[in-house]
């Protein structure tokens, strides 16, 4: 599919579990776009996260590109990410909706054994913990109301530009605008 050069650099962004990444790649995908996922980037080998100084640098070179669909919400990387994108997608879901999906998300990862990035796992021990900086499930319930006020202050930074803010409540909802708005069938 060949896009119009106006929506060439799409940045996908919500509370963890919401979908973020499984919506930049299908879109990466129907549209031979590259795809990063700032997860990615920023959780290295053993958990080991990156310094802001490296994030910030390494999504730099990856925004700086003429297309690319970025997933994610670091607060580092916000200042770069505002500056280029030309479809933002904010999946800003009901609590309730966010906390199944990454329940469901996360055994599954554990019981699969999945690997994430660069060799992460994810491990009962985490998902079961409260402290939110090691489970991805207490993170997504305390850090909720965050991302959905972000998700409202950024459609206001974006609604006096020329970029498609798309603030979506459902899967079935950005199904209907992907497929109204940009022809995308996923």
Known sequence: MTLDPAVQRWWFIG?????????????????GLPHVE????YHQANWTSL??????????????????????????????????????????F?????????VRRSVLRVVRREEL???????????????????VIRWSYTK????????VWLRRVF???PVHYIDVHSHRELHEVLAREFGLSL
């Open 15 to 31: 509370c963890s579990g919401s979908g973020k990444t499984t919506w930049a790649r299908r879109v990466a995908e129907a549209t």
């Open 38 to 41: 700032l997860d990615g980037v």
């Open 51 to 92: 310094d802001d100084p490296t994030m910030w640098e390494r999504t730099r070179d990856i925004t700086s590109r003429d297309a690319w669909v970025v997933d994610g919400n670091y607060s580092v990387t916000r200042a770069l990410l505002v500056e280029r994108p030309t479809v933002v997608v904010s999946l800003d």
């Open 94 to 102: 009901p609590r309730r909706r966010v906390m199944w999906q990454i």
């Open 117 to 135: 990035w660069n060799g992460n796992r994810e491990s009962w021990r985490s998902l079961l913990s409260w402290n939110p900086e090691r489970s």
């Open 144 to 151: 909720w109301q965050t991302y959905h006020e972000r998700s």
């Open 159 to 161: 609604a006096s530009t």
